[in-house]
């Protein structure tokens, strides 16, 4: 399984747009990249899944750039609830691994006043 | 609609006790996952099970974490002969495949305190 290296943590302010990137340089061809948010004594809740290009949902967008080396997370507008834990996972759904993911340290997300 | 739930949600015993933990998926996903969370951790692959399929143990740290899953729904973890290490959140995860998506769908956890 491809492993990720993500910041263990950023910093932000309301209202501002965050981007989290994650190093994934050994992923495999049939892997897609899903992001996990993660607040205190909760488990971590799915954002966003991704293969290649751009995809956008009501909660962010995801960047995959061709050679999907890595990706970056983006929170527009982010707001204090979304201060959290952002984990990146890159698995095969379909393979015989069957969609078992390997979660990392994650990237702890502060949003301030 | 019901989400995953775990029993109990917080659990204290002494070192040497044997622990069962209880994980209800999502009526109709036929995947399940136990992780557990040190503090202040990432999460930590335990086992995995995929509908009729030999579970995937990969992730068991010792012979001492058993699990199983009875009719394809309810999963029970085992600890036998609990550590202090042993502590942790043991969170369960239940999923079904959508089209290329494998969304896992988390509970609230249980948190083990082994004294």
């Known amino acids: 399984l491809a492993k990720t290296t993500q910041p263990i943590s950023m910093d932000s302010y309301e209202g501002q747009e965050v981007n989290i990137t994650c190093s994934h340089n050994?992923?495999?061809?049939?892997?897609?990249i899903t992001w996990y948010q993660q607040f205190p004594s909760q488990g971590p809740r799915f954002i966003i899944q991704g293969y290649k290009t751009k995809v956008t949902n009501e909660v962010a967008s995801l960047f995959i750039p061709a050679d999907r080396k890595s990706s970056t997370l983006s929170l527009p507008r982010v707001s204090l609830s979304d201060t959290a834990v952002y984990y990146c996972?890159?698995?095969?759904?379909?393979?015989?691994?069957?969609?078992?993911?390997?979660f990392g340290q994650g990237t702890e997300l502060s949003v301030k006043p | 609609g019901a989400g995953v739930s775990q029993s109990p949600s917080n659990k204290v015993t002494e070192k040497g006790k044997d622990v069962e933990l209880r994980c209800d998926p999502i009526s109709g996903h036929t995947a399940l996952y136990w992780y557990r969370q040190s503090l202040g951790q990432g999460l930590e692959f335990l086992i995995y099970?995929?509908?009729?399929?030999?579970?995937?143990k990969s992730g068991l740290p010792s012979d001492r974490f058993s699990a199983e899953r009875t009719g394809g729904s309810v999963s029970t973890l085992t600890i036998q002969r609990t550590q202090q290490e042993d502590s942790a959140v043991y969170l369960c995860a239940s999923s079904i495949l959508r089209g290329l998506s494998y969304e896992q769908y988390f509970g609230p956890g249980t948190r083990l305190t082994v004294t």
């Open positions: 050994n992923i495999a061809t049939n892997d897609y």
């Open positions: 996972l890159v698995g095969d759904p379909l393979g015989n691994q069957g969609g078992k993911l390997i």
């Open positions: 099970f995929q509908g009729n399929s030999a579970p995937d």
